[in-house]
């Protein structure tokens, strides 16, 4: 079934190809300009790149976001609350249950602060709280599954592991360090109430997912667009293995790079996955490749000033300062474990 | 009837308190529409994610977007 839909997209996109490469043609026709580059292999591995890659992560995004979209409703963050909170949560198993369950609860600038908030009122440790907070954004469903589409099984349970772990990790650091005193004085002071447990019924989970993909699509699909261009021209014209040199597997500089580059840079993680795909192609090490991914996916600064509000600049600091170092140590760590 | 709509200024928020205002207007219902955009409210209500609709003091939803359609049920009750 799926080598029909991928011979489908395929002649789509070679439509599209043919009708570009028309066009092109006839603008060069209109000034006198040669078109010999338009039957070179860098543009038109390029272009098919474009087109396939573009229509395949679409349909492959409204697939995936519609599904995760229904298993999400069934995890709000207030019944997160109430399943970490009096006194549930304690101690490194506060963290893992936390970071487990960070993975399937949405993430979204409209419930960052209030989580934030509502799981400090509730009694959950500031450690479990963070760990909840970096597994969110940092293990993203779309992504997993795009991975385990492109790269295989192994890799998209590398991700979720890594993902996980520095949740883990980072979370009982910040616990450890007993910064609760920067954590915003006004938090403390919020009386959270307990709302009645309104359950969406199976006909709106089914339309509230279908909406999202909707919304989602439209919010992201330049962003996923603009990583697959970058993707296509890396395809069409940059050698394979170039990069062994650079950011291969004996080069344990690159990862420390590699982080430092993505974090100020942000995608959607779908956008990334292209990008990721040529950048091993190139010959980067699998390691390098996703902690350069987590870095530009999981740090942002659209997510860093919602934070603030929150947090203290010390604290938000060593929320930034922890994962960067825990996603370069698990860029290294991966590059030694694998093949 | 007072029907309050919780968010803090995001997109989502701004479309329900759109969604509401037609519902209202569409049922001929006299209702006051408020718009509670302060993070401590919205808390007091158990709300964690917005927008969150509240309608003479019962939350109806939270977390998602309903449509002019389920508004109206709301409503009629």
Redesign the interface.
């Known amino acids: 079934m799926f080598s029909l839909i991928d011979w489908v997209l395929k002649q789509i996109a070679g439509i599209l190809q043919s009708g570009l490469t028309g066009l092109i043609a006839w603008f060069c026709h209109l000034f006198g300009w040669g078109t010999g580059f338009l039957e070179s292999q860098g543009y038109i591995g390029a272009v098919s790149f474009f087109f396939y890659d573009s229509l395949k992560i679409l349909l492959m995004l409204s697939l995936i976001i519609f599904i995760v979209s229904l298993i999400r409703?069934f995890f709000?963050?207030?019944r997160t609350?109430k399943l970490l909170g009096e006194g549930k949560a304690r101690g490194i198993l506060g963290n893992i249950f936390a970071a487990l369950l960070g993975t399937v609860t949405?993430f979204?600038?409209?419930?960052a602060?209030?989580?934030f908030?509502?799981f400090i009122?509730a009694g959950i440790p500031l450690g479990v709280t963070f760990s909840f907070l970096i597994s969110s954004p940092m293990v993203n469903e779309v992504a997993l599954i795009m991975l385990w589409g492109m790269f295989g099984w192994q890799i998209a349970i590398l991700y979720i592991a890594t993902g996980v772990l520095v949740a883990i990790v980072s979370g009982l650091i910040i616990g450890k360090l007993k910064m609760e005193r920067y954590v915003e004085d006004?938090v403390y002071?919020?009386?959270?109430?307990?709302?009645?447990d309104?359950k969406?019924s199976w006909k709106?989970r089914i339309?509230?997912a279908g909406?999202y993909v909707l919304e989602i699509l439209k919010k992201i699909w330049l962003y996923v667009l603009i990583g697959i261009a970058i993707g296509a021209v890396m395809h069409g014209w940059a050698p394979t293995g170039w990069l062994v040199q650079y950011a291969g597997r004996n080069k344990p500089f690159a990862v420390f790079v590699a982080v430092l580059i993505g974090i100020p840079l942000y995608s959607n993680a779908a956008g990334m996955i292209p990008i990721v795909k040529e950048l091993t192609r190139m010959g980067m090490a699998m390691g390098t490749a996703l902690s350069f991914m987590m870095a530009v996916t999981a740090l942002s600064l659209p997510e860093m000033i919602i934070l603030r509000k929150v947090l203290k600049p010390r604290l938000l600091a060593v929320f930034i300062g922890i994962m960067t170092v825990t996603i370069i140590f698990i860029g290294y760590l991966f590059n030694i474990v694998i093949g | 009837m007072v029907i309050k709509v919780l968010g803090s200024g995001c997109s989502n928020c701004k479309k329900l308190e759109e969604n509401v205002k037609d519902a209202v207007r569409q049922s001929g219902i006299s209702a006051e529409v408020l718009k509670v955009q302060e993070i401590g409210e919205i808390m007091a209500y158990g709300v964690m994610k917005t927008p969150a609709l509240v309608i003479d003091e019962k939350v109806k939803s939270m977390g998602r977007v309903p449509g002019v359609e389920e508004i109206k049920k709301y409503l009629r009750d």
């Open positions: 409703s709000p963050p207030e609350k949405p979204c600038s409209c419930s602060v209030p989580v908030i509502g009122e006004y002071q919020i009386k959270m109430g307990q709302a009645e309104v969406p709106q339309s509230d909406i």
